[in-house]
């Protein structure tokens, strides 16, 4: 059975940083793009970063670039996302999700959370003085 399992939330001081793990079990990490997205209250889930199979697959939302950054490590079935800079913008709570590789680029996956197939549960993060 297919599972993601997100970790590493938490509550943080304005510039500090956190590293997200999303663990992946029950399919082959290797045939499917992924992405984090995270959704504040009230507001919709949107797109954080994105890796795509197509070229110049990387996305990363103009609110996170040059702060986050997004890894996968297909051997140990995980995906990370680390964050630093944090900014009280940045409280929410942060998915990680999968799709079957369709050759699509990173930023068409993070455009719409419904472009994504399988969603974790979810992991808080509260950047807070």
């Known amino acids: 059975q297919l599972q993601l399992v997100e970790s590493g939330g938490g509550s943080v001081q304005p510039g500090g940083s956190l590293k997200l793990s999303c663990a992946a079990s029950?399919?082959?990490?290797?045939?499917?793009?992924i992405g984090w997205f995270r959704q504040a209250p009230g507001k919709e889930r949107e797109g954080v970063s994105c890796?795509?199979?197509?070229?110049?697959?990387?996305y990363y939302a103009d609110s996170v670039k040059g702060r986050f950054s997004i890894s996968r490590d297909d051997a140990q079935k995980t995906i990370y996302l680390q964050m630093n800079s944090l900014k009280p913008e940045d409280t929410g709570v942060y998915y990680c999700?999968?799709?079957?590789?369709?050759?699509?680029?990173?930023?068409?996956?993070?455009?719409?959370?419904?472009?994504?197939?399988?969603w974790g549960k979810g992991t808080l993060v509260t950047v807070s003085s």
């Open positions: 999700a999968v799709v079957p590789r369709q050759f699509n680029s990173g930023s068409y996956l993070c455009r719409s959370y419904q472009n994504m197939r399988h």
């Open positions: 029950g399919f082959t990490l290797d045939y499917y793009d």
């Open positions: 890796i795509g199979s197509s070229a110049g697959g990387i």
